[in-house]
Structure formats: C-alpha cells, structure tokens
C-alpha cells in the first residue's frame, strides 16, 4: 500500500495522549487508523441520511400534519436539552 508523508498540527495533549496508546505500532499507524475509522463513520452516516431521506420521500403523511409533528418536535427541543 502506497504511503505519503504529510505534516498536520495536531494539540500538543492529543499526540502525547496518542503516542502513549500507540505504543509499539507507531503514532503514523495509530493516525492512519484514526482516519480510516473517522472515514467509515461519515460514510456510514452518509448512508443513513440517505436512507431517512428516501422514506421521508416515500411517506403517505400529508404535508399539514408533517408541518404539525415538526412544531412539536422544535417545541420539545427547546424546552429539553440534550
């Protein structure tokens, strides 16, 4: 697998935390895993997303109660914090 050097600024607690994790396998392979991870996530979530909007898409609701449940969520999110 082709490799390719880079130079990120990374705080200064975060790569000492990383390299004490990293231990023997090297804070290059601990970032690169990092990454990996990182990428598969948004990918996953991408996925997701798009599947919501499908049905949503796809959802028989007419538009005036879909307005009506979308007020009600907004209202209890703004009295319930998360």
Do not use: C, H, W
């Not at 697998?1 to 880079?6: C, D, L, P, S, Y």
């Not at 390299?19 to 804070?27: D, I, M, S």
């Not at 895993?33 to 798009?50: G, T």
């Not at 898409?57 to 319930?80: F, G, L, M, N």
């Amino acid at each position: 697998m082709a490799t390719q050097k880079i130079s990120v600024t990374v705080r200064a607690t975060s790569v000492q935390q990383a390299r004490r994790v990293a231990g023997p396998r090297g804070l290059s392979t601990f970032v690169d895993a990092a990454i990996a991870e990182k990428l598969e996530r948004d990918n996953r979530r991408r996925a997701f997303l798009d599947y919501l909007r499908e049905l949503e898409a796809a959802d028989p609701t007419p538009e005036p109660v879909k307005r009506r449940a979308a007020r009600r969520v907004a209202e209890i999110r703004s009295v319930v914090t998360l």
